[in-house]
């Protein structure tokens, strides 16, 4: 079986509040992140800009749905907006534009995908190499057993 897509490392903390949010999402740290996101919120009152910090092409959801932090994404989708179906930033040409639905199958939290799903999550998106969800829960080994897709 091929290696899964992507590979990613955990977030320093760099001491910016970029790096504090994408080290809690990643940790799933849900007190810590709700507290870098009042943090932010104050020099800058719109929630979507939550979503304008992007570390290797993709978004704090991203991040949060990769590690199957469930809570973490309940918390950025239904409290700050954000959007299942936000197509990662392309860095790397030929590569990116995965969504959080697509990454969330790379996690194998059945419970994170299914979240995701029932939010509206896309089946036939596709990224930038024209694969969609099942492709990349394939790709990563996700077992289709489960039922959730």
């Known amino acids: 079986m091929a290696a899964a897509p992507f590979v990613y490392c955990r977030p320093s903390d760099d001491g910016t509040g970029q790096g504090a949010l994408m080290r809690a999402a990643f940790d799933g740290n849900l007190g810590r992140l709700k507290g870098v996101v009042k943090s932010l919120l104050k020099e800058n009152g719109d929630p979507g800009m939550i979503f304008s910090f992007i570390k ?4 704090v ?10 809570e973490i994404c309940k918390y950025l989708v ?25 990454i969330s199958a790379h996690s194998g939290d059945v ?10 999550g896309d089946l036939l998106k596709a990224d930038v190499k024209g694969r969609t969800v099942l492709h990349h829960a ?3 080994g996700t077992d289709l057993k ?3 897709i």
């Open 111 to 120: 419970p994170t995908v299914r979240y995701f799903l029932d939010r509206g």
């Open 61 to 70: 959801l991203h991040v949060a749905a990769y590690q199957g932090h469930l």
């Open 138 to 140: 394939v790709g990563a």
């Open 78 to 102: 239904e409290d700050l907006g954000g959007d299942v179906n936000a197509p990662g930033v392309v860095v790397v040409p030929g590569a990116g534009g995965a969504t959080p639905f697509m």
């Open 56 to 59: 290797d092409g993709l978004s």
């Open 146 to 148: 489960a039922g959730y």
